[in-house]
Nanobody, 122 residues
Framework: VQLVESGGGLVQAGGSLRLSCTVSGFSIAGRTVAWFRQVPGDVPLGVSC???????LYLNSVEGRFTISRDNAKNTVYLQMNSLQPEDTAVYYC?????????????????WGRGTQVTVSP
């Protein structure tokens, strides 16, 4: 199983980025997918997750700015990030659940990507 994130980079505050996560060796259909982020010294924090039926959850601080989406046919997950702020700077990880629970708890997720760096300058 491989999850490969892309789309990270350096952006000024107020800007946007779109992260993609391509999954191979595992079908995301019928399962929850999620995005986490991690800053040095902290554990990964759930940013957003989406169940197979499209029901989604968001971290309070990104609600209204970030949008998760999925394309089961392409086995790909996306995170559109708008109005980015310096506090959004982190390594962003894609994760996939074996089930369709719809949780932002990192312990729920079996499969993880290697992450992509997002840096937001003031």
């Amino acid at each position: 199983v491989q999850l490969v994130e892309s789309g990270g980079g350096l952006v000024q505050a107020g800007g946007s980025l779109r992260l993609s996560c391509t999954v191979s060796g595992f079908s995301i259909a019928g399962r929850t997918v999620a995005w986490f982020r991690q800053v040095p010294g902290d554990v990964p924090l759930g940013v957003s997750c989406m169940r197979d039926d499209g029901d989604s959850l968001y971290l309070n601080s990104v609600e209204g700015r970030f949008t998760i989406s999925r394309d089961n046919a392409k086995n790909t997950v996306y995170l559109q990030m708008n109005s980015l702020q310096p506090e959004d700077t982190a390594v962003y990880y894609c994760a996939a659940d074996r089930f369709d629970v719809g949780s932002l708890h990192r312990g729920e997720y079996r499969y993880w990507g290697r992450g992509t760096q997002v840096t937001v300058s003031p």
